[in-house]
């Protein structure tokens, strides 16, 4: 084989898998948020879900983006097990259409519809407004480039007449089921390392359409291509929670079932395949002229994935409680973690997504972020009346370090709403990420408050002073309005009505103000009246206006929310 053929055989194979990365991301820019909508209201039941990951897989052309992106949405909670189970078994369906194309590629000479994709796909790039959709038209006509070059570049290579291959494939036995077995293998591992079942579905039908590899070991290798095809949601469903890495599982196990069914009825069902094609496998071995029919022998191999998936689909339809189950109980729980230590909850790095699920997850993250605050809110309530000193500094210790874990949150969150902002987004999720880096600011502030009022009131500890029964009464008080503060701002992260909410928050500031007000005046009286020592006067009113500012940082993060919810609108 000459070098410069190997070589376009690797470059026809790069731009197959280039041009069908370009088209899936530009569809997934165009139709981002709406993707997301669909598969939150469209996953009513399994019917529904299977239909939903169909339609998206088809769409985007890639199971791997529907999956991860199945995943990810288990893993902030918007999806149930069952549903992404349902979602996953309709991307299976879905990315059957990839080995249609790619039959069409191989019937004729597809190249001839290239040149004129990639000149209307440059015109569109440089007018701005229709940018996405000419990074589609080029990622369609890479990938069309990519066929057309693969299948003349088969022919090129003319493999049929190539000693040293014919004889590596003749020397497995093709009615043998540890051939069968060694070849699914193979099309697992070869997917697992170019991590795309597209590239080797490609080879595939390029070592079957030049006669060297048998119908048989051929669709050995689509089986383990479906195998192999999994591991990418494995992989980034490893730092996920326990429902997202029990989807990702159930991806694998769906099409491992399928691979085990197939093979005890391997033979026949592969000769019914072939006889609905119009393919004689009896005449295959004994005509080798017969193998030439690229487009027939590419049809076969499409047609059996497509059967594979739908029969796979219809099997397992009905036993998705059974699999859920399953999957629960091979995937535990992670063992508990302190919930002190820091973690990012929805964020993950190094995971294949649109820029729109990045944002959304973010989302979800400030959200936990905001629960957080208020548990450390929750502590500093509790540190105003410990009496023992050895629990007194344990608790002291945990706010502080709650305090160090906000530093840290704004500094993750905020780097990764930066990087998502470098990407193409819509003038409504600009502004989203926007108001959404106030929020973790204010947030962090709010933490830094926190921190404030354990500080003050260490003071105290320390100064052997106390507050006394009245004033206790009114921190009471105050801290009662700043927690419901804090309530008020996480139902707006809950998804509630957000001007209702909005209006309480406003109504709760005005109460600390007007009360912060009131107990300053009475503040200086009672000093004056030397009902309680200037120090003890200053360290209770430092916790009260305190409380007042940690308000104000409610309120702040109240309207930025607000803005969130109508860009979202």
Known sequence: MSIWILFRLIGSLALLMFGMKSMSDSLQKMAGPQLRHVLGAMTTNRFTGILTGTFITAAVQSSTATTVMTVSFVNAGLLTLAQAISVIM?????????????????AFNITDFVWPAFFVGIILIYSKRRKIIGDFLFGVSFMLLGLGTLRQTGI??????????????????????????????????????????????????????????PIYQGIALVMGENIGTTVTSNLAALTANTQARRAAFAHMVFNVFGVVWVLAVFHPFINMICSW??????????????????????FVLAAFHTTFNVTNTLIL???????????????????????????????????????????????????????????????????????????????????????????????????????????????????????????????????????????????????????????????????????????????????????????????????????????RTQNITDVNSHTYTYTIGTMYMDVIQECEKLGDYVVNVVEARMRVRQSEA
């Open 90 to 106: 309709g991307a299976n369906i879905g990315t059957t259409l990839t080995a249609w194309i790619m039959s069409a590629g191989f």
């Open 317 to 519: 339809v009905w036993l998705v409680p059974q699999m859920e189950r399953l999957v629960s109980w091979v995937i535990k729980p992670k063992a508990h973690k302190d919930e002190d230590d820091f973690r990012l909850r929805f964020i993950q790095t190094g995971i294949m997504k649109t820029p729109e699920l990045s944002v959304l997850e973010a989302q979800k993250e400030i959200q936990s972020f905001a629960e957080r605050i208020q548990r450390m809110f929750g502590m500093v309530r509790e540190l105003l009346g410990e009496r023992d000193t050895d629990k007194f500094v344990k608790l002291y210790t945990r706010i502080e370090k709650y305090e160090g874990i906000a530093d840290n949150m704004e500094v993750e969150i905020a780097n990764y709403l930066d990087n998502v902002s470098n990407a193409h987004l819509s003038d409504e999720t600009k502004e989203k990420v926007r108001a959404m880096l106030r929020e973790i600011s204010e947030i962090e502030s709010i933490g830094d408050s926190c921190f404030n009022l354990a500080r003050t009131i260490k003071r105290r500890v320390n100064s052997k002073e106390d507050f006394t029964d009245r004033q206790y009464e009114h921190i009471h008080q105050m801290f009662e309005l700043t927690d419901d503060a804090l309530s008020q701002m996480n139902l707006m992260f809950q998804g509630h009505r957000a001007d209702l909410d909005a209006n309480r928050s406003f109504n709760i500031e005005n109460e600390i103000n007007n009360y912060r007000d009131q107990l």
């Open 156 to 213: 090129d290579m003319d493999l049929a007449h190539d000693a040293p291959v014919l004889a590596f494939f003749s020397s497995f036995d093709p009615d043998s089921f540890v051939t069968t077995i060694v070849f699914l293998l193979i099309g697992s591992v070869l997917t697992m390392c170019v991590q795309s079942s597209a590239a080797i579905m490609a080879i595939t039908m390029i070592l079957c359409s030049t006669g060297v590899l």
């Open 277 to 298: 094609v119009g393919f004689d496998v009896t005449m295959a071995k004994t005509d080798p002229g017969f193998l030439a029919n690229a487009a027939r022998l590419s």
